[in-house]
C-alpha cells in the first residue's frame, strides 16, 4: 500500500505560479505512470498530466505549455510546475499512482485562482 500527500495549493492571482509537490510513502518507484488530476466544483475529474517511470509524459489539452510534470524517485516524488494560472485552473488537485486493480489517490490540495 502507497501513501500520497499533496501540498503546494494555495491562492494566487491570475497569471501567477504554484509548484505542488506529492510525496509517496513507503516507495513510489514500482508505480509505472504517476499523475495529476484535478476536479472542479460541479466538473468530472480531469486529467492534468501523467509521467511513466520511462519519462513518458502526457498533458491535458487545456495544459497548452503552461504545466511541467517532473518525477523523482529518488525522493519517491512527483512536481507540477503551474505557470500563467487561470481563474478556470481553480479546483482541487489529486495526485494518482496508477495501480490494478485500484489506483492510489491522494486527499487533493485545493488551488484558488483569483481573477
Known amino acids: 500500500q502507497v501513501q500520497l500527500v499533496e501540498s503546494g495549493g494555495g491562492l494566487v492571482q491570475s497569471g501567477g505560479s504554484l509548484r505542488l509537490s506529492c510525496i509517496g510513502s513507503?516507495?513510489?518507484?514500482?508505480?509505472?505512470?504517476m499523475g495529476w488530476y484535478r476536479r472542479a466544483p460541479g466538473k468530472q475529474r480531469d486529467m492534468v498530466a501523467t509521467?511513466?517511470?520511462?519519462?513518458?509524459?502526457y498533458y491535458g489539452d487545456f495544459v497548452k505549455g503552461r504545466f511541467t510534470i517532473s518525477r523523482d524517485n529518488t525522493e519517491n516524488a512527483i512536481y507540477l510546475q503551474m505557470d500563467n494560472l487561470q481563474p478556470e485552473d481553480m479546483a482541487v488537485y489529486y495526485c494518482?499512482?496508477?495501480?490494478?486493480?485500484?489506483?492510489?489517490w491522494g486527499h487533493g490540495t485545493q488551488v484558488t485562482v483569483s481573477a
Open positions: 509521467i511513466t517511470n520511462s519519462g513518458i509524459i
Open positions: 494518482m499512482g496508477q495501480r490494478w486493480p485500484g489506483d492510489y
Open positions: 513507503p516507495s513510489i518507484s514500482d508505480i509505472f505512470t
